[in-house]
């Protein structure tokens, strides 16, 4: 490598120390213990001139928080500091040459390395930086393979809310503007690295050996399993499927089969949880099944099952108007007619009977529809759309905390709507029912009904989007703005703004998931105007929770700025 005289042996001991330039980064040299070195001056953890540091035994520590490094190869003592970069020195008649640039490293294998210490340690500058490189070198899946497998090997209570907001983001890349995609796939690690934290690890339960492995057999243990909450013995069950060779399809089957022997698990969690599981999978390739898919079996054999509460009991007995209904329904489904030849567009009829409607209203009308052709991931679909609408139809003086409500329904309405899209059965398409029954169950939420933005309003644009972001409370704001882009034929652009809004956030779970599911429902309405409905209902969802501090969007862009080369902190000037 190319290497640039940067001063005499001979000013170097009469200074002690210098800082030069070498390719445009300020560098410092020092003689140590008889040898002369050189690295970057910049210290890696938060910028802090490395020439203000002390230098005693071979360590150089800086004085901004105190990290430490190993001089000679630059390697960090403290975890919250990345490695500082060296540089090759000779010393040639008496002058001194330094590399023009760093020693060469594996960027992509150091980035995974820290990825890894990240993730252990929690350090979101570490995570930041390795998001920037692992995204910048086209190592996004090796990224997501990485946490994700930490993720649910580092959580004994099996699948967590980070890996449901690593896969909605990685869900969401393709929709971002291009340079918030780090940003995202470090929002992705920082939860994984949030949920682990302080959980003991999960260890693999190995396959029943010489087994009766029909896949019927293998369902029905597995479905009654759960039933009893015998979570090692289900997990060990669904570990026998897999390693067995069952398709992708009979393993969903019996997952979300048993999502659906009870009600809207954990206010619909369970199943969502389900269905991010097979769509990381779709990402990191099957080959990952046995480790992703045994996490699932914990929280679902704990999980709360929502007919053993009074909600759904009393006044109106959901639970078992939805339980009535199951045989007609999926005997419909099965003997359907043909589905219709150019589609079916009924699915704002049937939101309005699930929004307003008694509850065995809406099942008879569900039951009707299938018995006429209507295709089940229609159905699902329409409930998707009518728990979008209880968003969008949110009046402002409900309690903020009913958000949650009307995001629970909404995102588990649409978890239904992969589901039986990916895998369609019987058995997944029971849970349309249960969805269609969580809709009808926070109807006082719309009370009174907030009317949909019509779209005609002045001309937007994304920054006013964004802007009703920076002011809590502007709720009507965002979704009127949402209301006309669309309009105006943004709606692509108001996907890409509501993910920026959303990567400048310190988000909970709740943000991400209610975005990804949006974008599904969108793009499976596309150009229709319930496509544009959706974004209504996430936007106002969102613009109620914002601003937040934006802590780590300071955190990232401060990794950005080191990575860029950027001087932090210029104490000379
Ligand atoms: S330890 Fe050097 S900037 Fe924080």
């Not at 999926?330 to 150019?342: C, F, V």
């Not at 309690?399 to 589901?419: E, I, P, R």
């Not at 002011?471 to 703005?481: E, L, P």
């Not at 319930?530 to 996430?538: D, K, Q, R, Y």
């Amino acid at each position: 490598m190319r290497e640039v005289v940067v001063c005499t042996r001979q000013e170097l001991r009469e200074k002690g120390q210098l800082v030069v330039t070498v390719s445009d980064r300020p560098v410092l040299v020092v003689e140590h213990e008889g040898q002369v070195r050189a690295v970057d001056n910049r210290c890696p953890h938060m910028g802090f001139p490395l020439h203000r540091g002390t230098l005693h035994d071979g360590i150089l520590t800086c004085h901004w928080h105190h990290a430490r490094f190993e001089l000679s190869g630059g390697c960090a003592l403290d975890l919250f500091a990345d490695d500082v970069p060296t540089y090759d020195v000779t010393i040639n008649d008496g002058n001194v040459a330094v590399s023009e640039a760093p020693r060469r490293r594996d960027e992509r294998a150091h980035a995974l390395d820290k990825l890894d210490e990240g993730l252990e340690h929690q350090v979101s500058l570490v995570l930041a930086k390795a998001a920037i490189t692992l995204d910048e070198r086209g190592a996004h899946d090796a990224a997501l393979d990485r946490a994700a497998r930490f993720g649910v090997g580092n959580r004994e209570q099996g699948w967590s809310t980070g890996l449901s907001v690593l896969t909605c983001l990685a869900n969401l890349r393709p929709h971002l503007d291009p340079a918030a995609r780090p940003r995202a796939l470090f929002h992705g690690l920082l939860d994984v690295a949030a949920r682990t934290a302080g959980n003991a690890p999960s260890f693999e339960i190995s396959p029943l050996r010489d087994v009766d492995d029909r896949p019927e057999r293998l369902l029905g243990w597995f479905r009654r399993l759960v039933e009893t909450r015998s979570r090692d013995a289900a997990e060990r069950v669904l570990a026998t499927a897999i390693g067995r060779g069952l398709p992708p399809h009979d393993i969903a089957t019996m997952i979300f089969a048993a999502c659906n022997d009870h009600r809207y698990l954990d206010e619909g969690h369970i199943l969502d949880f389900a269905t991010k599981a097979f769509e990381l999978l779709d990402h990191l390739g099957w080959d990952a099944a046995d480790a992703i898919l045994s996490s699932l079996v914990a929280p679902l054999a704990r999980a709360t099952r929502m007919e053993e509460t009074s909600t759904w009991r009393t006044p109106v007995d959901v639970a078992a108007t939805v339980a009535a209904a199951t045989p007609d329904f999926l005997t419909a489904l099965a003997a359907a007619k043909p589905p219709p030849p150019r589609g079916w567009y009924g699915h704002a009829e049937v939101a309005a009977t699930a929004l307003d409607a008694e509850p065995d209203e809406t099942v008879e009308v569900l039951v009707k529809h299938a018995a006429e052709g209507v295709p089940a991931q229609d159905l699902s679909a329409a409930i998707a759309y009518a728990a979008a609408l209880r968003a969008a139809h949110f009046p402002t003086s409900n309690q903020h905390g009913d958000w949650d409500t009307v995001h629970h329904t909404f995102t588990f309405a649409n978890a239904v709507d992969q589901a039986v899209r990916r895998f369609p059965s019987p058995l997944v398409a029971r849970g349309i029912l249960d969805a269609a029954g969580s809709v009808y169950l926070e109807r006082f939420l719309n009370v009174p009904k907030r009317p949909l933005p019509d779209g005609n309003h002045d001309p937007a644009t994304t920054q006013d989007l964004l802007a009703t972001f920076d002011v809590h409370g502007r709720v009507d704001d965002a979704g009127q703005i949402v209301a006309a882009l669309v309009a105006q034929g943004q709606a692509q652009a108001v996907v890409r703004t509501l993910g920026s809004g959303l990567l400048r956030e310190d988000a909970t779970f709740h943000e991400y998931q209610i975005l990804e599911a949006a974008v599904r429902q969108w793009s499976q309405f596309a150009g229709r105007p319930e496509g544009g409905h959706v974004l209504v209902g996430a936007a106002r969802f969102l613009a109620a929770r914002y601003p937040t501090v934006r802590s780590r969007g300071q955190t990232f862009d401060i990794a950005q700025r080191l990575h860029r080369g950027e001087v932090l902190h210029d104490l000379d000037e």
